[in-house]
């Protein structure tokens, strides 16, 4: 099928030898493409060029972030080329499935209503650690009429132009936000069944999954505290109480047992805290395992659900702070640079 009409933003920091297997993936399309690099120090903007792809670098002066890289590739990539249709815009961390931009365009231009499109982002070493693993099931949304999309996903060109674009100052969670202008003038948005591309999160240290949770509650609270999406809403609320609530009463719920009767009340009262706390492992897993089908991952999905409740509640914590003093949210990252060896 011709991919006429359909041009592509890729945007990276710092991905080092992923850029490469994304930029390869999208080179045989043969479609306008655009690589928009955020501040990179690991000589991902020289690989790019070296691959023959045209590069946008962002201003280090202002703010980097993934909006801001979207919004200003897809000014530069219509610039050029003012007669597209379609932008599929594509993280630098990710290979895409050969056959994506042909199954997409096909649905696209047989549903006229529908703005946006994604499919099956999975995790390219789902083994390599946890932390991957719980990306892998992460991605594998429901198929259908959705919300929002993520980061990869191919947009019709009037519908986003009309729903105003990526944001800029949002620093992260801005794929919900643009979604819900987009819906809200009408549009769909589809999740197809259909393999889309091949995500690398290199998350293999506790720390980096740590910083992806409070990335998580950070970004949350500052979308739903500026656009009331209603999308973060559940998940903050429910750090919140998990998280800082539940441990602050259950602590000194014991502590008044342990002054007022003896300390194995307070040992039963944190008992009995933990039961709840498992319980709700449980649940998640028995939620998850409905749809995806698994105990061993679902109860590992439960129980790390339930730790990030801490980690979420922090970056709550930390936007609130910075929002009262009058700070612009930050980005949040998790990856490390990596040291990218050019290859011949």
Not at 162 to 180: R, T
Not at 200 to 216: H, L, N
């Amino acid at each position: 099928m011709s991919l006429d009409g359909l041009g592509i933003v890729a945007i990276g920091r710092n991905e080092g030898a992923r850029l490469r297997l994304c930029l390869e993936s999208l080179r045989e399309f043969q479609v306008p493409t655009i690589y928009v690099d955020s501040d990179s120090t690991d000589g991902s903007v020289e690989l790019a060029r070296k691959i023959g792809v045209s590069v946008l670098q962002l201003d280090p002066t202002k703010p980097c972030s993934a909006a801001r890289a979207r919004q200003e590739g897809f000014r530069t990539l219509l610039t050029d080329y003012p007669d597209l249709e379609f932008v599929f815009f594509v993280d630098g961390d990710c290979q895409v499935d050969p056959e994506w931009p042909a199954v997409t365009m096909s649905y696209l231009n047989r549903h006229e209503e529908v703005a946006a499109v994604c499919g099956r982002r999975r995790e390219q070493h789902p083994d390599a650690s946890v932390y991957n693993r719980l990306c892998d099931f992460e991605w594998d949304t429901p198929v259908g009429e959705t919300q929002s999309v993520g980061g990869d996903a191919v947009y019709r060109v009037a519908a986003y132009r009309e729903a105003g674009e990526f944001d800029p100052s949002v620093p992260a969670g801005e794929e919900p936000e643009l979604c819900k202008r987009i819906r809200d003038r009408g549009w769909k948005i589809w999740r197809l069944d259909a393999e889309m591309t091949r995500h690398d999160a290199a998350m293999t240290r506790f720390g980096q999954w740590w910083k992806r949770q409070v990335r998580t509650g950070y970004a949350g609270y500052n979308v739903e505290r500026r656009f009331g999406l209603g999308i973060f809403d559940r998940i903050i609320k429910s750090a919140c109480f998990w998280g800082g609530i539940f441990p602050i009463v259950a602590l000194m719920a014991a502590a008044v047992l342990g002054t007022a009767q003896s300390p194995l009340w307070a040992a039963v009262c944190l008992a009995a805290a933990v039961v709840v706390v498992l319980l709700q492992v449980v649940r998640i897993a028995w939620r998850k395992k409905t749809v995806n089908g698994g105990w061993k991952q679902s109860l590992e999905f439960g129980l790390f659900t339930m730790a990030a409740k801490l980690p979420i509640c922090l970056g709550v914590i930390r936007q609130i702070i910075e929002t009262a003093r009058g700070q612009q949210a930050q980005l949040v990252e998790y990856k490390s640079a990596e040291s990218l060896r050019t290859q011949s």
